[in-house]
């Protein structure tokens, strides 16, 4: 698994993050997946350290050879909460990815190439940016943030 926990805080104003998808890894692997999204940052040291979930709410895509779903979930009090989407969104190659993030609202929302994936409400104050990729193939970048 390679992890990017970002150093900024955001607390206050509108902000987006995009990312676009590099590549995906050929493996055969059950558990290739990516995590796209915001961790409450009193919790960064732990998801960095531990691997600790508490207080992320991401958007996830995850796929093998047979299989391919995705969903937004959220840990919090540690409890997750998850919605599937009613279709399959199948991410590809130089798709963009953006996270919008309204810190005055407290919520968050999630695109593919600008089609609405909904989002999440009751943001904690302070929040960090992460992606966790699974399934990583040696020496080749999976996403690049722009």
Known sequence: MKQYVGNKIYSSGKHEIKIKIDQFP?????????RLGIIKTENRENLIKKRDWEGIYFFQTMW????????????????????????????????????????????????????????WENLPQKVNFFALLWGQEEGKNQITII
Do not use: A, C, H, V
């Open 64 to 119: 093998n050879e047979k299989k391919l779903k995705s969903r937004k979930r959220k840990w919090e009090n540690e409890k997750w909460t998850r919605e599937n989407y009613p279709k399959k969104i199948i991410l590809k190659k130089n798709d963009i990815f953006t996270i919008f993030l309204d810190m005055d609202q407290k919520k968050i929302s999630f695109k593919i190439n600008e089609k609405n994936l909904g989002g």
């Open 26 to 34: 050929n493996s055969k692997n059950e558990s290739n997946r990516i």
